[in-house]
């Protein structure tokens, strides 16, 4: 799968939250989301740009747990990349999968999110502890498929969220000074 993504910093989330019930936005749900990030034995993934994490995520009904990896973001403009994710039973165990392997946990991003979907886009509003606010706007593609239009899907939605300026291609991590 291909996450085509844009992320923006945002000055006041409670305006970009009336802003898309404005243009129609569906409201999801909440949820806080633990992320810990690993790094490669083989490889630093800051310098091939791309992601191992598990995150825990907990909503008012569930607690699950994904083990994702991302690759290399594929151009200057968005953080488009491929993304592979599985969901798992025990996230203590897949970590210490991981860490068995020679993988070695780096850094913890924690973040409340709040998540609405437009059209076939997901909207997510971003508190992340140390970085900020910020609107992630994405849509999943197949490989293969030019997402050029789904950017520009992305880019307008912005636009009608009064969005302009502040787009951001760091990853938390990036952000928070890990690498």
């Known amino acids: 799968m291909i996450e085509v993504e844009v992320k923006a910093h945002a000055e006041d989330l409670n305006e970009v939250a009336q802003h898309l019930k404005v243009i129609g936005a569906e409201f999801i749900k909440k949820e806080h989301q633990e992320d810990l990030y690993f790094n490669a034995p083989h490889r630093d993934f800051a310098q091939t740009d791309e992601a191992l994490r598990v995150r825990n995520v907990t909503d008012e009904n569930n607690k699950t747990t994904f083990i994702t990896y991302k690759g290399a973001k594929m151009d200057q403009l968005s953080k488009t990349r491929v993304e592979i994710e599985v969901g798992v039973e025990d996230p203590l165990k897949s970590g210490a999968i991981l860490e068995n392997l020679g993988f070695r946990p780096v850094a913890k991003v924690k ?45 307008a939605v912005y636009a009608k969220l009064g969005i302009e300026d502040g787009f951001e291609r760091r990853s938390y991590l990036e952000i928070l000074g890990v690498h």
């Open 111 to 155: 973040k409340k999110r709040t998540i609405y979907s437009f059209q076939d886009l997901f909207i997510t509003l971003d508190r992340v502890e140390g970085a900020g606010d910020f609107v992630e706007i994405e849509k999943d593609m197949q490989e293969g498929q030019d997402y050029q239009e789904a950017l520009n899907q992305i880019f």
